[in-house]
């Protein structure tokens, strides 16, 4: 189960005169041939698109782009793509945007990640999301009463830790450990069955085990490899339940990023001095990857 939020990852592009490449992000690179790229989702996405040249490709982003857990990589992946093919005056769908951007980073850039990033991406909103035996993948939206949907977030306290971290690290060392470990399996199985729990509970307008939900979710999740958790986080965790949360888990990977918190919206305040860290206010966004601005649509 994921969510969508109103943080958000920009790509702009536009012709470039002498016919060759630049691309801006944390870093600029201008370069004549496809090969020359050094950012290799930029490389690989423009290759599976056909783009050679001619094009100069800006990103900017709401939050750290990198190591985060909020799905920044794939939100860029997405994004690159969705921008290239209005570029091309082509549509896309939100399933072909998903899996593109799946196989780019996972097959073409060799990512030891999951596919969940890109299709909350490219969707939006809140769902439930089940990866199939046969690789298919199936997207169900979570249609909460308005007034459920609204409590729900309030309640959610994110802060940041201030800690990047390489997903790619921790989720092949998780792999490695999940793959050698019946316990582990038997973790991740629990971990598969809680989504539909909350799913039940969320659409019966029920939010009182979010919290138990989410701290058994966080204990089954550090116990799947070593490196997930550590003194810093359990530190911040604790003080945060201490302080009144009814349950909590860092996003993403592990070892660094974002921590999330449910929370009566009164108690977010002391939440907050007890964990001293940055807190992050966010809202609910329905929408996956859009394009805000096109010269198609400025002709029309």
């Known amino acids: 189960m994921s969510t969508t ?17 630049r691309l801006a992000y944390s870093q600029t690179e201008e370069v004549t041939s496809l090969d020359q790229i050094q950012h290799n989702l930029f490389r690989a996405a423009l290759e599976t698109m056909g783009v050679t040249g001619g094009v100069e490709v800006t990103t900017t982003a709401d939050i750290p782009s990198r190591g985060t857990g909020l799905g920044s990589s794939s939100s860029f992946t997405v994004g690159l793509l969705n921008a290239v093919n209005a570029y091309m005056s082509r549509e896309s769908s939100a399933e072909w945007l998903a899996a593109t951007a799946s196989e780019i980073e ?3 850039c060799g990512a030891p990640i999951g596919k969940q990033d890109q299709y909350a991406a490219a969707y939006g909103g809140l769902n439930v999301i089940a990866f199939n035996p046969d690789d298919s993948v199936t997207v169900e939206p979570l249609a ?35 793959t050698d470990s019946s316990k582990s399996r038997a973790q991740l199985r629990r971990m598969v069955e809680l989504v539909y729990v909350l799913r039940d509970e969320l659409c019966a307008g029920r939010l009182d085990g979010f919290g ?12 799947l490899a070593s490196g997930i958790s550590n003194g810093e986080i359990d530190y911040w965790h604790d003080a945060a339940i201490a302080a009144g949360a009814q349950g909590g888990k860092l996003l993403g990977a592990g070892s660094g990023g974002f921590l999330a918190f449910f929370a009566p919206r009164e108690l977010h305040d002391a939440i907050e001095r007890a964990v001293g860290l940055r807190r992050v206010a966010f ?5 996956g990857s859009e394009i805000l601005l096109s010269a198609r649509t400025i002709s029309e």
């Open 144 to 178: 909460l009463r308005p007034e459920v949907q609204a409590e729900l977030f309030s309640k959610l306290i994110v802060f940041y830790t201030g800690v990047t971290r390489s997903a790619s690290d921790i989720l092949a060392r998780q792999s490695e450990q999940v």
């Open 106 to 108: 996972i097959e073409r």
């Open 212 to 223: 138990e939900i989410l701290r058994e979710n966080w204990s089954l999740k550090k116990g």
């Open 283 to 287: 809202n609910f966004e329905p929408s």
């Open 5 to 21: 939020i109103d943080k958000y990852v920009y790509v702009s592009i536009n012709p470039k005169f002498d016919g060759g490449i």
